[in-house]
């Protein structure tokens, strides 16, 4: 059961990016499959946790649940703020350099949709992708091959490369260093709460703000 519950959870948002970008290739992406992909997510998300709680029997503080403190917000707040202050610039400015697309091709594709579906793939997203990638997917890798080291880059590989199809390559190798940043945090603190806060913060800034700046 390990082994399914760790492909649903790093494959499945793979999966479905592909499916998505192959999708939008005859025209732009309707309303309802994009709502349809974020419900897709939440699915992945409930099922993997419904996996390792009921099926494996692990404890919620396995997977990264653990009661909600303001030493959890505080800490996601400071990332959140370093992922907006110093990350974020200094990712933006190096891609400038190396005259690589940016992130403007997967933003415009969202101008197709509401201001508040952003919102809500945003608040998806990420919290979604810290339980799979982190909170599921570490614990699973270590329980099943005993290595720490694995379980941190096998999911930040497959992280990095289910940002591919939306965003193109070079922002998805910027999500292998944000990636990894989170799951350095993640291992320190055993806490989903900090990544999701900074997660959901730091994209909300980067897709939702420049919409309501308009």
Not at 151 to 169: E, K, R, S
Request: net charge positive; hydrophobic share 55%; with cysteine.
């Amino acid at each position: 059961m390990i082994p399914f519950g760790i492909a649903l959870a790093i494959l499945g948002p793979l999966l479905l990016a592909a499916v998505g970008e192959w999708r939008s290739r005859s025209g732009p992406e309707p309303l309802g499959e994009y709502l349809a992909a974020q419900g897709t997510l939440v699915a992945l998300s409930a099922a993997v946790t419904w996996i390792g709680l009921e099926r494996l029997g692990w404890s919620p503080s396995d997977l990264g649940f653990r009661s909600l403190g303001w030493r959890s917000l505080d800490l996601g707040v400071l990332l959140a703020l370093f992922f907006v202050r110093v990350f974020g610039p200094a990712t933006y400015a190096a891609l400038r350099r190396l005259r690589a697309r940016g992130f403007e091709r997967g933003l415009a594709k969202l101008d197709a949709f509401p201001t508040w579906t952003l919102v809500l793939a945003v608040c998806v997203g990420g919290s979604c992708e810290e339980i799979l990638y982190r909170g599921f997917a570490i614990h699973g890798i270590e329980e099943l091959s005993g290595s720490t080291a694995l379980a941190a880059v096998l999911p930040l590989a497959v992280f990095a490369l289910a940002h591919v199809p939306f965003w193109g390559l070079a922002p998805a190798l910027t999500t292998l260093a944000s990636g990894g940043i989170f799951t350095l945090v993640f291992l320190w603190q055993r806490d989903l709460a900090p990544n999701v806060v900074a997660h959901v913060a730091t994209d909300f800034v980067g897709i939702v703000l420049p919409r309501l700046r308009r």
